[in-house]
């Protein structure tokens, strides 16, 4: 394995930056880890170097080639617009802040490669869509949603720094929807309702990324960065139909006039805050994603499954799906916990 | 009565057997331990639903069937047909059956479905779930790919909501951009022709504000819809003919003969004028549509 070096985590406070620094800490190839974000990690992350600064701010351009390091992860870009935080407000970190960090990165002597946790929200949901996007699809279809919009332009902006700076191996990295057990996220606490809302007469097929594969690709692709765009996803696909009766919960259908308006007022009524209009779509057309690159290229197989995501996503939540285990497996399930 | 008891000791078991497997079943799709595949094809659920298809090809349109043997039994295939039928897309759906029904080794045959199908409500979930997939060429060549026999109608809604005067007319193929993805994924080509589904729902005209009020590219005008309400959905009782004829390689070509454009018009005309052929045959062939 080559050498990783120093690498530099902006939003090192998320979830997923402090899994990362976790991860990346038992690897001998890392020489050293600095996190930069606007709070301190809430949790202990043993020797990571941690530098207070906001991507927002130009000043990072000042810190960030103090730090010296040889690779850059960025995993500020949040990846869910929801109640509260909408797509507006979700501009100023997601695109702006990129903007800033990557005219940070051109100041950073001999940085080697800027790996950047994107979303596959850039594909959007749509009815004709094919069912598994590859990454050359990106832009085939309009960008209908204001977060899209967001993620379009950022993934822009980076393509650029990657034409002008080719001795940089530059990966975006596009993310399914995560799920697992004491993770948070919109579509999370969309499932966790007592009674799920569903839009009548669809029945999207997605994609759950299990936590560990979240992870884990995230790492592969630090230690081993390829140029361009790279799906993170899992095998298959799973039916939100079948998700929601594996997970043992009742859902009621809604004429999809009122869906958008429902799911707003229902998630802001019950405090689990709602999936604004990206979750609208995706709840009624669903989104594929191609992952061989992530496999052939980066080299990360994933754990789970679609479906191996979903079954231990129900099987460690709580609640009614305990009593309707049934007996008889009706499939396979191809992919086990490591 | 304790006579026949005696004779069939086992008939309280079998019946006790049967209504525990579908106790088993109906808990089975409760609790979602059932397999769908990546694309959303649920096999259990096409099982479900084929007896109808059965009926409707058995009993109500007394399918023939001729050379059914030139489907493949293993491997990538390209089933191309000609496209009628106004409302429902049932052509497609007798091709599977008698793929089903009289192939040696049947097959579940994937569609392209097209894609507005997938923005109406219960009809997008039903496609899926009887193994159509979006009509575009990513899914037909992963699908291809993947060794899967897929039937594409390249007339498209040109075929599907054509008037009944123009009935068996085979319309322009597209683009012919399933050619080109059949020379990429080097599959072969079986061009299928249908006779009988343009009776189903003869096409009197259309209904512009239909259309627009409900989003569907067009609304038919049949004799009966929507004269009579649902009940004009009720397909005719016509008499249905379904040819599959010689197969086509494309293997020869290599795969970089798909950016050769006057090669790809060349054979989907090819394809058309085959399947068109076998049409006017296929009509003399039936000869009365509905007796």
Known sequence: ?338 | MSDSHDSRPGLELEWAATVQQTMDRMMRRVTGEYHEDEYGFDEEFAEAVFPIWEFLYRRWWRVQVEGVANVPAHGRALLVANHSGAIFPFDAVMIGTAIQKEHPLPRWARALVLNWAFDLPFVSYFMRRIGGVAANPANLGRLLGQDEPVMVFPEGAKGFGKPFAERYRVQRFGRGGFVEVALETGSPIVPVAVVGAEEIYPKLGESGLLAKVSGAPYVPLTPTFPLLGPLGLLPLPSRWRIEFLEPIDLSGYGPGASEDRSLVFDISEQVRETVQEALFRGLVKRGAAFL
């Open chain 1, 1 to 338: 394995m080559a050498q990783t070096g120093r690498v530099a985590i902006v939003g090192v406070s998320t979830h997923w930056g402090s899994e990362l620094a976790r991860t990346l800490s038992r690897d001998p190839g890392v020489t050293g880890i600095v996190g930069i974000d606007t709070a301190p990690p809430g949790s202990d992350l043993g020797d990571v170097e941690f530098v207070e600064a906001d991507i927002r701010n130009p000043v990072i351009s000042k810190v960030l080639p103090a730090l010296e390091p040889d690779v850059v992860v960025h995993c500020g870009i949040i990846l869910y617009p929801e109640e509260g935080r909408p797509s507006r407000a979700l501009h100023d970190i997601n695109v702006i802040g990129t903007l800033q960090l990557l005219a940070a990165c051109e100041k950073v002597e001999g940085l080697r490669a800027l790996v950047v946790r994107g979303a596959a929200a850039i594909y959007g949901s749509a009815p004709g869509a094919p069912a598994f996007y590859t990454e050359d699809m990106a832009r085939r279809f309009p960008l209908v949603t204001r977060f899209q919009r967001d993620v379009g332009e950022l993934e822009g902006y980076f393509e650029n720094f990657a034409r002008r700076h080719p001795e940089i191996v530059c990966t975006m990295l596009r993310f399914q929807t995560e799920v697992g057990a004491g993770l948070d996220n919109p579509f999370i606490r969309y499932l966790s309702l007592p009674v799920v809302p569903t839009q009548l007469g669809f029945d999207p097929r997605l994609q759950l990324l299990h936590a560990v594969d979240a992870n884990g690709a995230l790492a592969a692709a630090t230690s081993n960065p390829v140029r361009g765009a790279v799906n993170v996803a899992p095998d298959g696909a799973i039916s939100l139909s079948r998700l929601l009766k594996l997970c043992g919960k009742f859902s009621v259908s809604m004429p999809p006039v009122f869906a958008g308006a429902m799911t707003r007022r229902v998630g802001s009524l019950l405090g689990t805050g709602a999936m604004q209009e990206d979750g609208r779509l995706l709840l009624r057309y669903g989104r594929g994603c191609d992952n061989r690159r992530m496999r052939e290229e980066i080299g990360y197989e994933p754990a789970f499954d679609s479906e191996g995501a979903a079954r231990d996503f129900a099987a460690k939540q709580h609640g009614m799906s305990a009593l309707f285990r049934s007996p008889h497996p009706g499939s396979p399930v191809r992919t086990l916990p490591r």
